[in-house]
């Protein structure tokens, strides 16, 4: 027994990671599987493409690298969050497609129920009632999908977060269950009693007959059938994908933060035993553990990679994301330009859904570099104004940040993010620190890795970037970005 494999189940691809005993990467797969979208801002996924895919990915991991199935200990999942299914109990059907986290069909159910209940949903869940988290889309297929009510009621049907449905398909209908950390982005769980909370299922009209039970990250949920894989395997870990990066970069201790820097930023603060209620548009979720869970603090933005891609796809500026960072150190500074790249509103902790981008500061000099400059710092700026949020509601500094996610390979980026901050930034060799999360739990659980903690002391092949600018120089930076900041959502107040 040498090996954990994580199956890492994204919302474009299928992943599969082999980890040895120390945990190292030693093989991955990927299978990408197709987005549906029915109508303007619907996404959906075919529930059998998410579990087709996954399947594939396994295999393939397993065949590539020539691994035995005997030779793996233990199979751990990290998940896209909040994705809603429901199936059959008895045949294991789902009766409509996965409502994918990004699905904004409920968002006009959501703003009505916010305007009576936000208070009480963020005092047991400690979520803004939004389409985004899972409840509203359970109730929408109950609504909407025939005799899907009476049939749930009857006891008739699950429900579960991709986690739970691959788990019941892996255990052949055996288990059905989910983890803390995905139990709590339902906006159905009580944070604090860690139970599924009978007054919110009863405010969204889900019968709680059909919810999965729920575990500790790392735990007991069962094994595969035979049939599968030839040989069961134990399944000793489930997680959402951001809980498991926070654990993958061994994020275990209170005051611990990382930022994943992907198509948006996610980052996530360790509280410890300690639910921070936000004052500044964070949200208060479960952090992964072995026993009963840590609490975090977030915050999103939701433009971070994507302004890359933007300059690649919408301005032709350049042709691939990695030549940003040249373009950005060939010139010393911006020259005064500042991009928000609100193109979808902001996320944390400025909560503006109608303001839109702006680029600002143009003369008659900017050039190209200037503009792929602003653009990667404003990554860097809005993860500051997370940072400081966090920093606010803790009343303490953050002095370091682990960073994980596709445009964290950016060293201009990240020596940015570190002088802005005004702290260290320390990026992992290993970059699959979701999959990683996954396959600490599952590897902890079933007791082949013993110390993570020597792992976090000797944090081998990590890159740290200090900060080097001088106070005077990040101030007038900081300066300029809330100048921007403040016109970009005054603009938007006046007209
Ligand atoms: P996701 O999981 O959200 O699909 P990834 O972690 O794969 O995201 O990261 C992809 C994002 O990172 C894209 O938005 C891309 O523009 C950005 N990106 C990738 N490489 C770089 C780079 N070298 N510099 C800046 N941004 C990059």
Redesign the pocket.
């Known amino acids: 027994m040498e090996y954990v494999i994580a199956l890492d189940q994204?919302?474009?691809s299928s992943r599969a990671v082999l980890f040895d005993a120390e945990g190292h990467l030693v093989a991955k797969a990927q299978r990408e599987f197709p987005q549906i979208y029915p109508k303007p801002g619907w996404v959906e996924h075919d529930p059998k493409e998410i579990l087709s895919s996954q399947m594939q990915a396994l295999r393939a991991v397993l065949a590539e690298s020539g691994t035995d199935i005997s030779q793996v200990a233990a199979i751990g999942i990290a998940n896209q969050r909040e994705t809603v299914l429901v199936w059959d109990r008895y045949t294991g059907r789902p009766i409509y497609n996965a409502i994918v986290w990004q699905c904004r069909r409920t968002a006009e159910y959501c703003e009505k129920v916010k305007q009576h209940h936000e208070k009480f949903v963020y005092e047991r869940t400690g979520l803004n009632i939004d389409a985004y988290f899972s409840a509203s889309k359970l109730k929408w297929i109950l609504d909407n999908v025939p005799f899907a009510r009476e049939r749930a009621e009857k006891g008739d049907l699950l429900f579960g977060t991709v986690d739970s449905y691959l788990i019941w398909h892996l255990t052949g209908g055996k288990v059905h269950a989910t983890d803390y950390t995905n139990a709590s982005r339902t906006m159905l769980f009580n944070i604090h009693t860690l139970q599924w909370d009978a007054e919110l299922c009863r405010l969204f009209g889900i019968p709680m007959a059909m919810l999965p039970q729920v575990k500790p990250s790392g735990a007991d949920y069962g094994k595969t059938r035979r049939e599968i894989l030839g040989e069961s395997v134990q399944i000793c870990a489930a997680v959402g994908d951001q809980q498991g990066a926070l654990y993958g970069q061994l994020c275990f201790r209170p005051g611990d933060v990382k930022n994943?820097?992907?198509?948006?930023c996610f980052l996530l603060m360790n509280t410890g035993k300690k639910a921070v209620v936000s004052e500044n548009g964070l949200i208060t979720t479960l952090a992964a553990s072995l026993g009963t869970p840590d609490y975090a603090l977030e915050g999103s933005v939701f433009v971070?990679?994507?302004?890359?891609?933007w300059l690649?796809d919408g301005l032709g500026l350049i042709k691939a994301?990695?030549?940003?960072?040249a373009l950005a150190e060939s010139v010393p500074d911006t020259g005064g330009v500042v991009l928000v790249p609100a193109f979808v509103g902001l996320g944390a902790p400025h909560w503006d859904s109608e303001c839109r981008g702006m680029l600002s500061g143009i003369t008659r000099g900017t050039t190209r570099e200037h503009i792929v400059r602003a653009a990667?710092e404003s990554?860097a700026f809005q993860t500051f104004d997370m940072v400081n949020a966090m920093e606010q509601d803790l009343r303490i500094g953050i002095d370091r940040l682990c960073v994980?996610?596709?445009?964290?390979?950016?060293n201009f980026?990240m020596q940015f993010q570190a002088d802005i901050l005004s702290a260290e930034v320390a990026r992992p060799e290993i970059s699959e620190t979701t999959a990683l999360g996954a396959a600490y739990l599952a590897g902890q659980y079933c007791g082949l890795y013993k110390d993570l903690d020597k792992k976090r002391e000797s944090a081998k092949g990590m890159k740290v970037f200090r900060p080097r600018m001088s106070d005077a120089e990040r101030t007038e930076k900081l300066r300029l970005w809330e100048e921007a900041l403040q016109r970009t959502m005054y603009k938007y107040k006046i007209r």
């Open positions: 994204g919302t474009t994943t820097y992907g198509t948006g971070g990679g994507a302004v890359v891609q690649r994301a990695p030549e940003t960072e990667l990554i994980d996610g596709g445009a964290s390979t950016n980026l």
